[in-house]
C-alpha cells in the first residue's frame, strides 16, 4: 500500500485505535472485524486509496471513547479528535461520514457541527460503510439489512437513529448495491479467462 494516501498509515491507525478502544470490548472486537472487512475491499477502491480505506475502518468508532467523546456523537467526536491530532481531513470526514451519520446528525440537531465535513460519496466511503454495516457487535457477521434492524432494536424506537430511518436506510441499502456490484466485477476480473 501506498503511504500518500494517509501519511499516517494503518498502523497508526491500529495503533490509536487500539489505545482508545480497550481490546476484549465489544467495540473493539467490532473495530478488528470492520478493519478486515475494509482489507477484503481493498480492491474495489483506487490502489492509492486502499491505506485511507483500511486506516478510516480502524478508526470509524474512536469517538466512543471517553477521552475522545464530546458531544456524544461518536462519528463527529472522532473526526474532531483526529483533526486535533493532524490527521488527514479527507480521513476526519470519512470518519464523520460513515455509515450515513449524516442522517442522524441531522436528527440529533448536529448537522452544522457536521458540515465541517465534506461527504464524500466514492467508492472509499461505500466501502468504509459497507465493511461497517456487515459487522455487528462482537464482529459478527451479518447482511446490511441485519445490522439495520440490530442497530434500531439496540437503540430502540424513539432513538435518533430511528427518527433517521427513512433516510438514512435506503442510503445504506444503496451502498450495499454498488459494493457488491464492484466486488463481483473485481471477482470477475480475477478470474481465468477462458482459451
Do not use: N
Given at each position: 500500500?501506498?503511504r500518500?494516501?494517509?501519511?499516517?498509515?494503518v498502523?497508526?491507525?491500529e495503533?490509536?485505535?487500539?489505545?482508545l478502544?480497550?481490546?476484549?470490548?465489544?467495540?473493539?472486537?467490532?473495530?478488528?472485524?470492520?478493519?478486515?472487512g475494509?482489507?477484503?475491499?481493498?480492491?474495489?477502491?483506487?490502489?492509492?486509496?486502499?491505506?485511507?480505506l483500511?486506516?478510516?475502518?480502524?478508526?470509524?468508532d474512536?469517538g466512543?471513547a471517553?477521552?475522545?467523546?464530546?458531544?456524544?456523537?461518536h462519528?463527529?467526536d472522532?473526526?474532531?479528535?483526529l483533526?486535533?491530532?493532524?490527521?488527514?481531513?479527507r480521513?476526519?470526514?470519512?470518519?464523520a461520514?460513515?455509515?450515513?451519520?449524516?442522517?442522524?446528525?441531522?436528527?440529533?440537531?448536529?448537522?452544522a457541527?457536521?458540515?465541517?465535513?465534506?461527504?464524500?460519496?466514492?467508492?472509499?466511503?461505500d466501502?468504509?460503510?459497507?465493511a461497517?454495516?456487515?459487522v455487528?457487535?462482537?464482529?459478527?457477521?451479518?447482511t446490511?439489512?441485519?445490522?439495520?434492524?440490530?442497530?434500531?432494536?439496540?437503540?430502540?424506537?424513539?432513538?435518533?437513529?430511528?427518527?433517521?430511518?427513512?433516510?438514512?436506510?435506503?442510503?445504506?441499502l444503496g451502498?450495499?448495491?454498488?459494493v457488491?456490484?464492484a466486488?463481483?466485477?473485481?471477482?470477475?476480473?480475477?478470474?481465468?479467462?477462458?482459451?
Amino acid at each position: 500500500m501506498t503511504r500518500t494516501a494517509c501519511a499516517f498509515g494503518v498502523d497508526h491507525a491500529e495503533e490509536l485505535a487500539r489505545t482508545l478502544l480497550p481490546p476484549s470490548t465489544e467495540r473493539w472486537h467490532h473495530t478488528v472485524g470492520v478493519a478486515a472487512g475494509a482489507l477484503r475491499l481493498a480492491d474495489t477502491v483506487s490502489p492509492s486509496d486502499r491505506e485511507l480505506l483500511v486506516a478510516a475502518a480502524w478508526l470509524h468508532d474512536i469517538g466512543y471513547a471517553e477521552e475522545v467523546r464530546d458531544t456524544g456523537f461518536h462519528p463527529l467526536d472522532g473526526a474532531r479528535y483526529l483533526d486535533r491530532l493532524g490527521w488527514p481531513h479527507r480521513l476526519s470526514s470519512l470518519v464523520a461520514h460513515h455509515s450515513g451519520a449524516r442522517f442522524v446528525a441531522e436528527a440529533r440537531g448536529l448537522a452544522a457541527q457536521m458540515a465541517e465535513y465534506p461527504v464524500e460519496v466514492s467508492p472509499v466511503s461505500d466501502a468504509l460503510t459497507y465493511a461497517d454495516q456487515t459487522v455487528g457487535p462482537y464482529g459478527r457477521s451479518f447482511t446490511v439489512e441485519q445490522r439495520i434492524a440490530e442497530v434500531l432494536r439496540r437503540h430502540g424506537a424513539g432513538s435518533p437513529q430511528a427518527r433517521a430511518h427513512r433516510a438514512r436506510a435506503p442510503y445504506l441499502l444503496g451502498v450495499a448495491s454498488r459494493v457488491e456490484r464492484a466486488r463481483f466485477a473485481t471477482e470477475s476480473e480475477q478470474l481465468p479467462q477462458a482459451q
